[in-house]
């Protein structure tokens, strides 16, 4: 007979999450995840997701490239003029520089950004055309629908080359991203922070390990109440991506 109060078998966050009101952990074991209630928000989180050989392929599929052998590289030491001349097999990966008082700084991190045609996206006063999709990032963009339930117009990709490179605090609350935007981020490669704090007072805060495989969906009011950031983490020397894929241009 089974035990129905025996919870040695029972799975549990690999984080602590608020107990305060409002903040609800339930397993989905349909995905192999757990569905995060916080207020004013939901988040879906799987820390394997995508099975290894899957995770393993696409972390290949994004670095591969005429120049340089991806599994050795130390992509921190190659300047900003080899990277724009380096041909990248799959993903047309580029610096993006922001104005910061009149000075011309690189962004933290490599981008590009796919999509439907006519899904342009802007931030940080950086406005990117879509370029077209490719079979991987179908591929992936497919199995996450599946789970998502809604389907994904474009993707953003993040590349941060090691620790140094970060994300600051914002909140994906763009007008052409909807009212209450449903937005699934894809990782592969070295594990990092994404810490997600309630806008009021900083004072409610999550961190999600985003691992090799880990999927994360944010929906609801989320990016109304909360924002989030990759913070920098000196002792990773190791490449992560991320993958945003969205809802460009189609309401809430
Ligand atoms: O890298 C991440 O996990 C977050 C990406 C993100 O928040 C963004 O691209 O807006």
């Not at 107990?19 to 192999?32: H, L, M, Q, S």
Request: a positive charge; charged letters at 25%; proline letters at 5%.
């Amino acid at each position: 007979m089974v035990d129905l109060f025996d919870r040695s078998n029972a799975v549990s966050l690999p984080f602590p999450v608020l107990t305060d009101v409002g903040f609800r952990v339930a397993p989905n074991p349909e995905w192999n995840g757990f569905d995060i209630t916080v207020p004013h928000g939901q988040i879906f989180y799987a820390e394997n997701f995508f099975k290894r050989s899957v995770s393993d392929r696409t972390l290949e599929y994004l670095q591969e490239n005429d120049l340089i052998d991806w599994r050795t590289a130390n992509w921190r030491d190659i300047g900003h003029d080899a990277l724009d001349t380096m041909k990248f097999k799959n993903i047309l990966w580029k610096q993006d520089w922001i104005n910061f008082y009149g000075k011309r700084i690189a962004l933290p991190r490599l981008t590009s950004w796919y999509g439907d045609p006519g899904r342009a996206y802007s931030y940080s006063g950086i406005r990117s055309e879509p370029n077209p999709w490719n079979d991987g990032l179908l591929y992936l963009k497919s199995r996450i629908e599946q789970c998502a339930g809604v389907a994904f117009n474009s993707v953003l990709l993040n590349w941060y080359r090691d620790g140094n490179d970060h994300l600051n605090w914002h909140a994906d609350d763009e007008k052409e991203l909807g009212l209450n935007p449903i937005i699934a981020s894809a990782n592969f490669g070295a594990s990092r922070d994404f810490v997600v704090r309630s806008k009021s007072d900083h004072a409610q805060k999550i961190t999600f390990p985003l691992k090799h495989g880990t999927l994360l969906i944010m929906k609801g009011e989320l990016q109304h109440y909360w924002e989030h950031a990759v913070p920098k983490r000196k002792n990773v020397r190791q490449s992560r991506f991320n993958m945003t894929f969205r809802r460009i241009g189609l309401g809430s």
